[in-house]
Each structure stands twice: as structure tokens, then as C-alpha cells.
């Protein structure tokens, strides 16, 4: 039995919610490199974790996003390593045994781009990363927000030779349907490739709101045999005073987990928009759910 299988041998788990817009709310400057606060105000970032953990997360996450040497800010990329380590150490104290921690790896964003990075400084960057990030404790590894496989795949190999679990988890909010990546891949495809390459799971992430991700769910069930991943937007944003604002309520986010759960979801969250109050609310319908 794998060691997810093992975690979910009781059923799905709940995750955390959004981490951007929490720390932000602690008083990040919109548009600054989130993870440099666990060097220069940890306590914040551990504040986040602890509300999450509080909330009623099984699986929480680190603030490690963007905390690969290609995508840090160029005269933080010296100080990778220890921006990861301490990410998953913050975690890890907050999570004080309650809560699994799933160390985050984003995307560089510049494969699918066409900028000038080559396959060799990707893997390099995410060997650093993925590493580090197991080396600090991390129960298992979470490549998130993905649009292009290709880069995927590389990041995966990085984090694969570290021995944990992997998960692998696209955005899927473009073509005429919104389910497919930046790069064209539907569900299917990228479910198919995700799992032929050695993800232990897969999922979805940001792009959308809940009711889309049930669809997307039942479709990458279809596709493949390991455990899913999914965490939804609070629903699709809208502008008011030049900033980004969600409607969607914790309730009525929450609402959607038993169809979710339905279409074979293994583990569920949230991604923009969501806070605490939302893992509060999905924590309550898990419970309702489990009672049924």
C-alpha cells in the first residue's frame, strides 16, 4: 500500500485554503515574493498555518510556492534552500502532528512562454528546491498550478528522486469549455501522461470555481487510477475598487463537497478566494458526509 493510500484509508482528507491572500491580509505587499517571509517575518506565515490547522486541515501547505532559484527574485536565489527549509519547519511546528504537510512547488512559468530557459536549469532549479523541501520533513511533495507538462514532467523527476509521495496538480481555464491548460491538454491527457511519468496523485487547482471542478474531477477519474487532488477557486472574481474580490461564500462553496466527493475526489481544499472560514464550512459537510 502506497503511503497515500495509507493516509486515505479512512477516506479523503481535507486540505487548507488559499495562502497569497491570507498573508497579504497579515500585511504582504501585493506583488512581493510571498515566500521570503519565512526568513524575514515567520511568524506571520506560521500564523497562517496554525488558523488552517485550527479550521480543521488534515493536509496543510508550505509557503514555498515560488521558492525555486528560476522563479525567486534573482538576489534571493542564493538563499533557496533555506527559504524551503524553514517553509516546511514553520509548517511543520504549526501543524504540531495534526495536519500532514504537502511542501508546494509552483510552476516557473516561463517554459510554456517561450522564454529563454532550458529543460537542464528548470531540473537544476527544482533538484535544489524539491531537495531541500525533503530534507526538511515534508510528508510529501505538491506540484501545483501547472499548465504545461513538459515542465511538469521535469519538475516531477526532481521531486520523484526525493523518495515522497508527488502529487501533480494543472489549471485547467482556457478553450471555449475552460477545461483545458495554456498549453491545449485536457484532462485526459494530462491525467493519462501525469500517471505514465510516476505521479502518485493528480488534481486540479485555481482556475475556477467548484461547480466546474466536479466535472473536472469525474474526467480525470476516468482517466487514471491514483488518488485526486482538488482545490477550487471561492468561484470566478470580479473587480471592485481596482482589486480582486471573490462573492462566493464559505456555505455555498461547501455546499458543492458531497458531488465533489461523489465524482471520486481524494483530497479537497481550496485555492483563491478561500480562508479558513472555508475549510470550516468543508469540515462541517465532511462531517455530515461521513454521518450519511
Given at each position: 500500500m502506497s503511503q497515500l493510500s495509507t493516509?486515505?484509508?479512512?477516506?479523503?482528507?481535507?486540505s487548507d485554503g488559499a495562502w497569497g491572500t491570507e498573508l497579504i491580509a497579515r500585511g504582504l505587499e501585493p506583488g512581493t515574493c510571498p515566500d521570503l517571509w519565512n526568513l524575514s517575518n515567520p511568524d506571520a506565515v506560521a500564523g497562517v498555518a496554525r488558523a488552517y490547522v485550527e479550521a480543521g486541515s488534515r493536509v496543510i501547505l508550505t509557503n514555498t510556492f515560488r521558492a525555486n532559484p528560476v522563479s525567486l527574485p534573482a538576489e534571493f536565489e542564493g538563499h533557496a534552500t533555506a527559504i524551503n527549509k524553514a517553509g516546511v519547519r514553520i509548517s511543520k511546528e504549526a501543524a504540531a502532528g495534526r495536519a500532514l504537510v504537502f511542501a508546494s512547488m509552483?510552476?516557473?512559468?516561463?517554459?510554456?512562454?517561450?522564454?529563454?530557459?532550458?529543460?537542464?536549469?528548470?531540473?537544476?532549479?527544482?533538484n535544489i528546491q524539491a531537495r531541500a523541501l525533503a530534507e526538511a520533513g515534508a510528508d510529501a511533495l505538491l506540484i501545483e498550478t501547472q499548465s504545461d507538462p513538459q515542465e511538469a514532467e521535469i519538475i516531477l523527476r526532481s521531486a520523484k528522486a526525493t523518495g515522497l509521495p508527488v502529487i501533480?496538480?494543472?489549471?485547467?481555464?482556457?478553450?471555449?469549455?475552460?477545461?483545458?491548460t495554456l498549453t491545449g491538454d485536457t484532462p485526459e491527457?494530462?491525467?493519462?501522461?501525469?500517471?505514465?511519468?510516476?505521479?502518485?496523485?493528480?488534481?486540479?487547482?485555481?482556475?475556477?470555481?467548484?461547480?466546474?471542478?466536479?466535472?473536472?474531477?469525474?474526467?480525470?477519474?476516468?482517466?487514471c487510477q491514483v488518488p485526486l487532488w482538488m482545490k477550487p477557486n471561492a468561484g470566478l472574481p470580479v473587480v471592485e475598487d481596482g482589486k480582486l474580490h471573490y462573492r462566493q461564500s464559505p456555505q455555498e462553496f461547501a455546499a458543492h463537497l458531497p458531488s465533489l466527493l461523489e465524482a471520486g475526489a481524494s483530497f479537497v481544499g481550496g485555492c483563491c478566494g478561500?480562508?479558513?472560514?472555508?475549510?470550516?464550512?468543508?469540515?462541517?459537510?465532511?462531517?455530515?458526509?461521513?454521518?450519511?
Open positions: 493516509w486515505l484509508a479512512n477516506g479523503p482528507l481535507l509552483g510552476p516557473t512559468g516561463k517554459m510554456v512562454m517561450a522564454e529563454e530557459i532550458s529543460a537542464a536549469e528548470v531540473e537544476s532549479a527544482y501533480v496538480s494543472f489549471t485547467f481555464d482556457t478553450g471555449k469549455a475552460h477545461d483545458r491527457r494530462i491525467a493519462h501522461r501525469m500517471e505514465q511519468a510516476g505521479a502518485d496523485a493528480i488534481g486540479a487547482n485555481c482556475g475556477s470555481g467548484i461547480e466546474h471542478f466536479v466535472l473536472l474531477c469525474c474526467r480525470l477519474r476516468e482517466s478561500t480562508s479558513p472560514a472555508f475549510v470550516a464550512a468543508l469540515k462541517e459537510r465532511f462531517t455530515a458526509c461521513a454521518s450519511e
